[in-house]
């Protein structure tokens, strides 16, 4: 099998709700080999490939995928369109700091048809058929005679876009904070552990809002995470501590949920290691669209410690009505081992 490994194009990086990229290289690449292991689970799947050096000897190559796998699923690729044995082609971006490790956007299975890991990029190899371009969900779903109006808020939601704070105005405090911020030792993602307030809004997964009376729980698919938003506030601010997501409390403005959210114990504001103290102070108001079929989330955080003014945040959500929150299958990340 012959090593190819060649640049196909030069083209900027992308953040990631998940973590930065900030290790990979910003140009794309082309790696043939086989596949000797598929791991289909979040963060990230990952292929391993097999793959013949100039030397002739063959070494081991870790692929893993822009995007999700709970993602991917609903985009019609999913661990089995892959097979041990098969031998493919990868349109990557080689990592800077962890050996043979690549972030994979595109792989061509060698039947004239690609499975797209970067959903919403062109596809990389032409004159293919395209797996992973489209969403099989909301393919299979008709809005024009569906009227959510009379449902509420209490369903589950899909991202549609969002908007992020831009430049953060960050605190010398916070500047010291994140030099010392190590992605691949200090990020929550590679052990699989759960984050917390406020960058678990900032998540491309469905979320679903459930009524349970004096509370509101809140889904959120990835890291299966489950937010309380106490409605009866001076009945419950007794009972509040500090936990990774906070102590959130509620109330209805007409048709607008207000929540404002202390006490969060999660140490960061970003996927890039901007610190946040437990003094943040997030309002949020989730407002349900004229349609019926649309949910807006805006969200003002306040941290006295490590940001000198007020940032906003902005997440618009759709409904689409045979979604379910899929379960967050988690693999910790083999950053550490050595291929």
Request: hydrophobic content about 35%; proline content about 6%; charged content about 20%.
């Amino acid at each position: 099998m012959k090593y190819l490994i060649f640049a196909l194009s030069i083209l900027p990086a992308i953040g990631s709700t998940h973590h930065s990229r900030a290790e990979f290289s910003t140009e794309l690449r082309e790696i043939e080999g086989r596949i000797v292991e598929i791991a289909w689970r979040n963060p990230h799947p990952i292929l391993t490939l097999s793959v013949t050096n100039e030397a002739g000897e063959d070494e081991l190559w870790e692929v893993e995928s822009w995007s999700s796998a709970n993602s991917l699923n609903r985009k019609g690729v999913t661990g089995d369109v892959f097979e041990v044995g098969q031998t493919v082609r990868a349109a990557v971006r080689p990592s800077g700091r962890r050996p043979r490790m690549l972030l994979g956007e595109s792989i061509s299975l060698g039947n004239r048809t690609q499975a797209v890991l970067r959903p919403g990029y062109d596809p990389v190899f032409p004159g293919q058929a395209v797996l992973g371009d489209e969403s099989i969900t909301n393919e299979s779903n008709n809005f024009s005679d569906t009227n959510g109006q009379n449902l509420g808020l209490f369903r589950i939601w899909s991202l549609t876009d969002r908007e992020g704070p831009g430049d953060l105005p960050l605190t010398p405090a916070a500047l010291a904070n994140q030099e010392t911020y190590d992605e691949l030792t200090d990020h929550p993602m590679w052990n699989c552990d759960p984050i917390g307030m406020p960058v678990i809004m900032d998540t491309t997964l469905p979320v679903e809002f459930i009524d349970q009376g004096q509370e509101i729980h809140l889904r959120i698919e990835q890291g299966d995470a489950l937010r309380v938003i106490h409605m009866q506030s001076a009945n419950n601010s007794a009972d509040s501590t500090a936990s990774i997501m906070g102590y959130s409390t509620g109330e209805w403005e007409g048709s607008t949920l207000v929540v404002t959210t202390t006490e969060s114990s999660y140490p960061y504001l970003d996927d890039d290691g901007a610190a946040k103290s437990e003094d943040m102070q997030i309002d949020e108001r989730f407002t349900l669209g004229a349609d019926g079929n649309s949910l807006s989330w805006e969200a003002v955080l306040t941290d006295p410690i490590y940001l000198s003014a007020p940032i906003s945040m902005r997440m618009n959500w759709e409904w689409v009505p045979e979604e379910t929150i899929q379960a967050w299958d988690c693999l910790e990340s083999s950053s550490g081992r050595e291929l």
